[in-house]
């Protein structure tokens, strides 16, 4: 049997994990169980975590093949001042160094705030140093992928054209595709038509070629919003956002990659993800 077109997963262990073992190994064994055959493990307020520990994710991922991925700390800022900088750099850098332990291939991160500058200035700022710290990495021999998040609010770095702007600045930097954020975030209840999706993966497509297309990284939820942006995630029955619509287009572009699901609901809805992908896909989900 064909594998699926996407990865189906939670952002951050499934609320469902045992308490033993528990853990970000737990949450692997959950995930396996479940049928989502990738996780985000969420670092978001800080990297704490040993090499034994990080070993054991990789190990245990691995048996299960289950994908694994990290969202590093929120506090990072691209644009951060020149005394803030090296702390959001070593947050960045951590999270990619035990993220690379533990089998990770994708760095997810929120890339800051604009301040009050204007996109190009502020992208002038953070391009290059996004740069150099893929430049660390490499010279370390870590290979993995950073991907800054499209955000929900409109105070934020991390428009559509953002990412793009810096995945095509510098290769090892791709995006990761929050679907709920990018329809949050003009506040008035767009971006969620099939004709509007469709328009982003070709813009997605044109800035990064077709092979980025087949790995896309991607974040589904509910959202709610205001006329700034982002408010909170929602289970997606309690959402505005069109789901049907995004998988559709996703399916029509040939695209692949995983999907990871950080509503409130995670597996919960992650499975639902996963069983509408195969309604529109007509992919086989049985034992996949």
């Known amino acids: ?59 245990t991922a691995q048996t299960q093949g289950v994908a694994i991925s990290i969202h590093a700390p929120y506090f990072i800022n691209l644009n951060a001042d020149a005394e803030e900088w090296p702390k959001s750099r070593k947050r960045l850098m951590d999270a990619a160094h ?15 705030s604009y301040f009050g500058g204007i ?50 600045a510098v290769q090892g930097v791709e995006p990761c595709l929050d679907f709920a954020h990018l329809h949050a975030r003009a506040g008035d209840g767009s971006m969620n038509s099939y004709e509007e999706w469709a328009r982003t993966l070709e813009t997605y497509g044109k800035a990064l070629g ?5 790995s896309l990284h991607i974040h589904l939820s509910g959202i709610a919003y205001g006329n700034k942006g982002e408010k909170e995630h929602l289970p997606l029955e309690e959402s505005d956002l069109n789901l049907a619509a ?11 990659g995983r999907i990871l699901c950080e509503s409130p609901i995670l597996e919960d809805d992650a499975l639902k993800c996963k069983q509408a992908w195969c309604q529109v896909s007509q992919e086989d989900c049985t034992d996949s």
């Open 246 to 256: 995004i998988l559709r287009a996703l399916h029509d572009f040939s695209c692949r």
């Open 98 to 112: 035990y993220g690379y332990l533990a089998g990770a291939t994708d760095i997810i991160f929120h890339p800051g």
């Open 119 to 168: 996109p190009e200035q502020v992208l002038s700022t953070a391009i290059p140093r996004l740069a150099n710290c893929v430049e660390e990495l490499r010279a370390a021999g870590n290979p993995v992928t950073l991907r800054p998040e499209t955000m929900g609010k409109s105070a934020m770095l991390g428009t559509l054209e953002d990412t793009l702007a810096m995945s095509q």
């Open 1 to 59: 049997m064909s594998p699926l077109s996407f990865r189906f997963g939670t952002v951050g262990s499934p609320l469902s994990t045992p308490k033993k073992p528990g853990g970000s190994v737990g949450g692997v064994l959950r995930c396996a169980e479940l049928g989502l055959l990738s996780l985000e493990l969420g670092w978001v307020r800080a990297v704490r975590v040993t090499e034994e520990t990080c070993a054991a994710i990789k190990t």
């Open 210 to 214: 077709d092979s980025a297309m087949k």
